[in-house]
C-alpha cells in the first residue's frame, strides 16, 4: 500500500472534466481528496475505504488552495486530472480509495473501491516519456 502524494502540495489541475459538483463542506477539504455526500447536510465530507457507508466517494477535490468548513469546492466525477505524484505506477494501473480519511492508495482499502486508472498524457516533448495521468471514473 503506497498512498498517493500530490506533486505540489495543494494543487491539483483538471485536464478534462466529464462530471463535477461543486458543494460546501462539511470539514476542511484540500485538493487531491476524495469526497462523498453527507446524507444529513448535503455538504461534502471526506470519504475512505473503511465502510460501505464512507466508500460512498462522489470525487476528488480539484483545485489550488486547502478550504476551510463551509466553503465550496469542486469535485470531478468523471473526468481526467494532473498533480499526483504517479510515477512509481505503470499505465491502466487501478487507484483506490484508502481507510485513511479523503485518501487514495494503490491498493484497496476494506471496502475495495477503484477510484480510477493511470493513464499516459501525450502533451509531451517527442521522445520523452508520457506523463502519468488520474482518469476519474466513478
Known amino acids: 500500500m503506497t498512498a498517493l502524494a500530490l506533486v505540489t502540495t495543494t494543487k491539483l ?12 463542506t462539511a ?21 475512505n475505504g473503511s465502510s460501505a457507508a464512507e ?7 480539484v483545485g489550488g488552495k486547502v478550504n476551510v468548513a463551509g466553503e465550496p469546492v469542486t469535485a ?29 492508495d494503490t491498493a484497496a482499502g476494506t ?7 493511470v493513464i499516459p498524457g501525450t502533451a509531451t516533448t517527442l521522445g520523452t516519456a508520457f506523463d502519468k495521468l488520474l482518469l476519474v471514473d466513478l
Open 111 to 117: 471496502v475495495s473501491t477503484v477510484v480510477g486508472r
Open 76 to 104: 470531478i466525477k468523471k473526468g481526467v486530472i494532473d498533480g499526483y505524484d504517479l510515477s512509481g505506477l505503470a499505465y491502466d494501473a487501478p487507484v483506490y480509495l484508502s481507510d485513511t480519511d479523503g485518501a487514495l
Open 13 to 24: 489541475e483538471v485536464v478534462e472534466s466529464i462530471e463535477q459538483m461543486t458543494l460546501p
Open 27 to 47: 470539514e476542511v477539504c484540500s485538493p487531491g481528496q476524495a469526497v462523498r455526500l453527507d446524507t444529513s447536510t448535503g455538504k461534502y465530507t471526506k470519504a
Open 55 to 61: 466508500a460512498r466517494i462522489y470525487g476528488v477535490v
